[in-house]
């Protein structure tokens, strides 16, 4: 999944408009670059070929004394269908990483809290199929290597730990969504958002 993609049209398409700086404070504010790796110069890279391709258009250009020109763009149709269709990759999970399903709801603008509950619960299954996937491995492995070194099953079982602990927690915190799906209503941030949000 381009997750740059994924970013930059989510922004853009969650403030109605937005320029490359404002995309890239965005990403800042809410802290993506940190758990996902994302970097400036690939929001940049990503206006340039979403824009390119008809997923995003030039609103207004905008010249503040010395500072370069500002382009503010908004999001086509195609954008949109694009972006619902990286949501839902985002929805499963992007595993290895657990960050999947967190990126779909920062960046949500469309899906109802009803399709967050549906996408929510189809994700617990992911989840939960995954660690059992995981303990069952790991009891596979104990009947594999009855012989190995003492040392290499502690390793196995620390690091088999680790990763029980991530599936278990983002089970509990997927949960929370469920059960919650009215905080994702964005009927009145989205009207708030269009009244005090300026592109600057």
């Given at each position: 999944?381009?997750?740059?993609?994924?970013?930059?049209?989510g922004?853009?398409?969650q403030?109605?408009?937005?320029?490359?700086?404002?995309?890239?404070?965005e990403?800042?504010?809410?802290?993506?670059?940190?758990?996902?790796?994302?970097?400036?110069?690939?929001?940049?890279?990503?206006?340039?070929?979403?824009?390119?391709?008809?997923?995003?258009?030039?609103?207004?250009?905008?010249?503040?004394?010395q500072?370069?020109?500002?382009?503010?763009?908004?999001?086509?149709?195609?954008g949109?269908?694009?972006?619902?269709?990286?949501?839902?990759?985002?929805?499963?999970?992007l595993?290895?990483?657990?960050?999947?399903?967190?990126l779909?709801?920062?960046?949500?603008?469309?899906?109802?809290?009803?399709?967050?509950?549906?996408?929510a619960k189809?994700?617990?299954?992911?989840?939960?199929?995954?660690?059992?996937?995981?303990?069952?491995?790991?009891?596979?492995?104990?009947?594999?290597?009855?012989?190995?070194?003492?040392?290499?099953a502690?390793?196995?079982?620390?690091?088999?730990?680790?990763?029980?602990?991530?599936?278990?927690?983002?089970?509990?915190?997927?949960?929370?969504?469920?059960?919650?799906?009215?905080?994702?209503?964005?009927?009145?941030?989205?009207?708030?958002?269009?009244?005090?949000y300026?592109?600057?």
């Amino acid at each position: 999944m381009n997750i740059s993609d994924f970013v930059t049209i989510g922004v853009i398409e969650q403030f109605g408009q937005s320029s490359g700086y404002d995309v890239v404070q965005e990403a800042e504010n809410r802290k993506v670059q940190l758990w996902t790796g994302l970097k400036t110069g690939s929001i940049y890279h990503s206006i340039k070929k979403l824009s390119e391709s008809g997923h995003i258009i030039e609103v207004s250009k905008t010249k503040s004394g010395q500072r370069p020109t500002k382009t503010s763009y908004s999001v086509t149709q195609l954008g949109r269908d694009y972006f619902d269709s990286l949501q839902e990759k985002a929805f499963k999970g992007l595993f290895p990483h657990f960050y999947g399903f967190l990126l779909g709801l920062i960046f949500n603008t469309r899906q109802t809290p009803k399709d967050i509950q549906i996408f929510a619960k189809s994700y617990k299954k992911i989840v939960e199929e995954k660690l059992k996937e995981l303990i069952e491995g790991q009891a596979s492995c104990r009947c594999k290597c009855p012989d190995s070194p003492p040392i290499l099953a502690e390793r196995l079982s620390l690091y088999l730990e680790q990763r029980t602990g991530l599936f278990n927690a983002e089970k509990k915190w997927i949960q929370q969504v469920v059960e919650r799906p009215e905080l994702f209503d964005n009927s009145s941030l989205k009207e708030w958002m269009e009244k005090n949000y300026v592109c600057k």
